[in-house]
């Protein structure tokens, strides 16, 4: 399920980005091993339908079954990303995407899975991996957050966007009108303040 055509203009680039020769080359680029930028979703409809934008730090280890042709076209690598994630919302796949789906039903009650991603775009404020156990240096997420992010965000200049987690907010730091909650992925989707988090967060949209 590919996002509207002009985030798959915007997201193209990535792969294979400039980035990995530059600022980036400590981060992950190995397709054969689901390592390409990703950990996005939505904005099935038109630009101008989504509300909402959801900004996650950065995707964890691929699946060992996430296998990508290095030489598929963007599109439909764009289309492979966005479909695994969907999927794994439906099935609600772990213990993130059964997180996900709790906050997107609090920002959208009532209305189908398909119509809370027609409202959102997901994304991360980096879209590659670091090695294992490594953190992302500084200069790729300035770097990723100039080639991508900050794109992806003048997309959808009138929906809220929400720093899921301290280092998301870290690198969302100075943008206007920012809101804040916790990580839908673990460890910090445990802690006992997370889901009251998503909750105040639901509260929140839906009085805007």
């Not at 690598?77 to 039903?105: A, E, H, K, M, P």
């Amino acid at each position: 399920m590919l996002p509207c055509k002009e985030v798959v203009r915007l997201l193209e680039p990535a792969y294979r980005c400039a980035g990995f020769d530059d600022a980036c080359v400590a981060l992950t680029w190995a397709p054969e091993r689901g390592f390409v930028p990703r950990g996005y979703c939505g904005t099935t409809g038109m630009p101008g339908d989504v509300r909402l934008v959801l900004v996650l730090d950065q995707p964890g280890e691929p699946r060992s079954d996430a296998a990508i042709d290095a030489n598929a076209a963007p599109q439909e690598i764009i289309g492979g990303v966005c479909r695994d994630l969907y999927i794994g919302l439906t099935q609600r796949r772990d213990q993130f995407c059964s997180n996900l789906r709790f906050l997107l039903s609090r920002c959208f009650p009532g209305v189908s899975l398909e119509e809370q991603l027609r409202f959102t775009w997901i994304t991360c404020s980096v879209l590659c991996s670091a090695p294992a156990g490594d953190h992302v240096p500084p200069g790729a997420s300035l770097e990723c957050r100039g080639r991508f992010l900050e794109r992806q965000l003048a997309l959808f200049s009138g929906a809220s966007v929400v720093a899921l987690g301290a280092l998301a907010a870290k690198r969302l730091k100075g943008y206007p009108g920012l809101l804040e909650a916790a990580d839908p992925a673990p460890p910090a989707c445990n802690q006992p303040e997370a889901r009251a988090s998503w909750v105040r967060l639901g509260v929140r949209f839906a009085g805007h």
